[in-house]
């Protein structure tokens, strides 16, 4: 069965600072993956997936995440935090060919001024 | 191009009453899907459709939930009785072919049951 871990439900940077929101998963098949980010009373926005070719994936607002199979690990990157990076983001993934996104319990990030 | 419509956004009841959620997806989307999101929890898929037909609804609560899409646009999300524990936001969600592609989420209905 698929799932999702992200390891840290709170992460506070200071504004600049790196950002790391990490994410492993589990899945029998090669999965497709995502990071989605929450804005307080909003609904879900894609930032980033991975479904197949580099590794390496770019997505909006400066983010990039790598699938590492070994690793099993999809961890959301960002060089310099910025306070508008406030928010909750979800891992999710899928097996190829399936039809149900499991989604993470999210990571919460705080940015310091 | 208009995002996917959820109403209400709030909504207060009392344990053993019903409630109705509606969503209205991104013109042209196939498939629609409804999402329960505990206070801090990832969401969780209720019921997905592809069309008219149901592809997933193997965690809805079907002794009282249920949901419909009538003509492959909108839906409904029905609660009859609602519980405690049903106390939630309930997001919908619609994608252009099928879940491996991208997403687009309403803003989502706030429940509370008391």
């Known amino acids: 069965a698929q799932s999702v871990t992200q390891l840290g439900s709170h992460v506070s940077v200071s504004e600049g600072a790196l950002v790391l929101l990490r994410c492993n998963y589990s899945?029998?098949?090669?999965?497709?993956l995502f990071w989605y980010v929450q804005y307080p009373n909003q609904g879900l926005q894609l930032l980033l997936k991975?479904?197949?070719?580099?590794?390496l994936v770019k997505g909006i607002n400066g983010f990039e995440a790598e699938f590492k199979k070994s690793e099993t690990s999809f961890h959301l990157t960002k060089p310099s935090a910025h306070m508008s990076d406030a928010a909750e983001y979800f891992c999710?993934?899928?097996?190829?060919?399936?039809?149900?996104?499991?989604f993470g319990a999210g990571t919460r990030l705080f940015v310091k001024a | 191009e208009a995002g996917v419509a959820q109403s209400p956004r709030y909504k207060i009841i009392e344990k053993r009453q019903s409630v109705a959620f509606w969503c209205n997806p991104i013109?042209?989307?196939?498939?629609l899907y409804w999402y329960q999101q505990i206070l801090g929890q990832g969401p969780k898929l209720l019921i997905q459709?592809?069309?008219?037909?149901?592809?997933?609804d193997s965690q809805l609560p079907k002794d009282r939930f249920s949901a419909e899409r009538l003509k492959g646009v909108d839906s409904t999300l029905k609660i009859q009785p609602a519980k405690l524990e049903d106390s939630a936001v309930y997001l919908c969600?619609?994608?252009?072919?099928?879940?491996?592609?991208?997403?687009?989420f309403g803003p989502g209905t706030r429940l509370t049951v008391l």
């Open positions: 969600a619609s994608s252009p072919r099928d879940s491996e592609d991208t997403q687009y």
């Open positions: 899945s029998s098949v090669p999965p497709y």
């Open positions: 991975y479904t197949t070719g580099a590794t």
């Open positions: 999710a993934v899928i097996n190829t060919g399936g039809f149900k996104t499991i």
């Open positions: 013109s042209g989307h196939a498939t």
């Open positions: 459709f592809q069309n008219n037909g149901v592809v997933d």
